[in-house]
């Protein structure tokens, strides 16, 4: 699905992952679940491009549901995995605390969970290796992605900002589909370690100057990164 020139999405609103095309190369910004590999290859293709192209993949967070294609990406074509230091241990085990699943519908949560299976996310390949990343930091990829610690979904959540794709990645630090209920718009994500940090967490990102603001899971969300947070305290 292409958001704009340089700016693509890969899977759907259940789990989703996003691509940044630059003359420089690409960035990947999370890996979905293992199966939306061939959802890359295609796009790839489209682009007349191949995984030479790809610089590095940054995770938002260490979860399994983000880390699908990570590590067939870097064992195979030595594409370098970044993610924020504190998630890095969960990111290598898939070791994370136990946390309520919430308010759910049968209908979402089935879908979501076949979605799922379908896409070979029941056993998750954690990546063997990583690099760490910090708040703050500037990485050396194509499109500079700024690094903006948001804890409270995990340790180590972070948001990605490209400004020359004029989009903020946001992985699991808000939804715009809540996949256990199918409620949509601007929320709350479950399976949060800290909902309290999680919502404190947003007004790092109102200071951005970005049209999209991209959930790992939901529709992509148009519009400014300031009206965010009132908007998910409001949902929530």
């Given at each position: 699905?292409?958001?704009?020139?340089?700016?693509?999405?890969?899977?759907?609103?259940?789990?989703?992952?996003?691509?940044?095309?630059?003359?420089?190369?690409?960035?990947?910004?999370?890996a979905g679940?293992?199966?939306?590999?061939?959802?890359?290859?295609?796009?790839?293709?489209?682009?007349?491009?191949?995984?030479?192209?790809?610089?590095?993949?940054?995770?938002?967070?260490?979860?399994?549901?983000?880390?699908?294609?990570?590590?067939?990406?870097?064992?195979?074509?030595?594409?370098?995995?970044?993610?924020?230091?504190?998630?890095?241990?969960?990111?290598?085990?898939?070791?994370?605390?136990?946390?309520?699943?919430?308010?759910?519908?049968?209908?979402?949560?089935?879908?979501?969970?076949?979605?799922?299976?379908?896409?070979?996310?029941?056993?998750?390949?954690?990546?063997?290796?990583?690099?760490?990343?910090?708040?703050?930091?500037?990485?050396?990829?194509?499109?500079?992605?700024?690094?903006?610690?948001?804890?409270?979904?995990?340790?180590?959540?972070?948001?990605?900002?490209?400004?020359?794709?004029?989009?903020?990645?946001?992985?699991?630090?808000?939804?715009?589909?809540?996949?256990?209920?199918?409620?949509?718009?601007?929320?709350?994500?479950?399976?949060?370690?800290?909902?309290?940090?999680?919502?404190?967490?947003?007004?790092?990102?109102?200071?951005?100057?970005?049209?999209?603001?991209?959930?790992?899971?939901?529709?992509?969300?148009?519009?400014?990164?300031?009206?965010?947070?009132a908007a998910?305290?409001?949902?929530?």
């Amino acid at each position: 699905m292409q958001l704009g020139p340089h700016l693509r999405r890969l899977g759907n609103d259940i789990v989703a992952s996003y691509l940044v095309d630059t003359d420089e190369g690409i960035t990947l910004i999370d890996a979905g679940l293992p199966g939306h590999w061939h959802d890359l290859m295609r796009e790839l293709e489209t682009l007349g491009k191949s995984p030479a192209d790809i610089r590095g993949l940054v995770l938002t967070h260490g979860d399994s549901d983000h880390i699908g294609f990570a590590e067939r990406l870097r064992r195979e074509h030595g594409v370098p995995v970044y993610v924020h230091a504190a998630d890095a241990h969960r990111a290598l085990t898939g070791e994370k605390p136990k946390t309520p699943m919430g308010p759910m519908k049968l209908g979402p949560t089935l879908g979501f969970f076949s979605y799922a299976l379908r896409k070979n996310g029941v056993r998750a390949i954690y990546p063997s290796e990583v690099v760490e990343v910090h708040n703050g930091d500037v990485l050396d990829l194509p499109g500079s992605p700024v690094v903006i610690g948001m804890p409270g979904h995990s340790p180590g959540s972070i948001a990605v900002h490209i400004p020359s794709a004029d989009a903020v990645f946001v992985g699991d630090a808000l939804t715009t589909r809540h996949v256990l209920t199918g409620r949509e718009g601007l929320q709350p994500a479950p399976f949060t370690d800290d909902p309290a940090a999680a919502s404190r967490s947003l007004d790092r990102i109102a200071g951005l100057r970005a049209s999209w603001v991209l959930p790992g899971h939901g529709a992509p969300w148009h519009g400014s990164p300031a009206d965010v947070a009132a908007a998910v305290r409001a949902a929530g």
